[in-house]
Nanobody, 113 residues
Framework: QVQVVESGGGSVQTGGSLTLSCKNDGRIYGTKSMGWYRQAPGKQRELVAEISTKGTTNYADSVRGRFTIVMNARNKVYLEMNNLKSEDTGVYYC????????WGQGTQVTVSS
């Protein structure tokens, strides 16, 4: 079974920073894009940021200017999150788009004052 490997996450105070990373286990071919979604308690899953293999990025308005997504040559993606706010709290899911969409298990990000 293909695995999407996530790391990072945790708890931080308001204004702090965290970095999430994500990669596939080598069994996903033809990657088109990678990115992160998040789901807060009681809310729907929403796009946070995504990047194509051509380098095109897309950010949610709520994180633009605070979060940065990059992809390295080995199709590992990093989400650098700065100036975190309480509303950034949620479970963050990595997704990989190739011939289909693959999802990670999710990693918790908690921002508290």
């Amino acid at each position: 079974q293909v695995q999407v490997v996530e790391s990072g996450g945790g708890s931080v105070q308001t204004g702090g920073s965290l970095t999430l990373s994500c990669k596939n286990d080598g069994r996903i071919y033809g990657t088109k894009s990678m990115g992160w979604y998040r789901q807060a308690p009681g809310k729907q899953r929403e796009l946070v940021a995504e990047i194509s293999t051509k380098g095109t990025t897309n950010y949610a308005d709520s994180v633009r200017g605070r979060f940065t997504i990059v992809m390295n040559a080995r199709n590992k993606v990093y989400l650098e999150m700065n100036n975190l706010k309480s509303e950034d709290t949620g479970v963050y899911y990595c997704h990989i788009e190739s011939d289909r969409t693959y999802w990670g298990q999710g990693t918790q990000v908690t921002v508290s004052s």
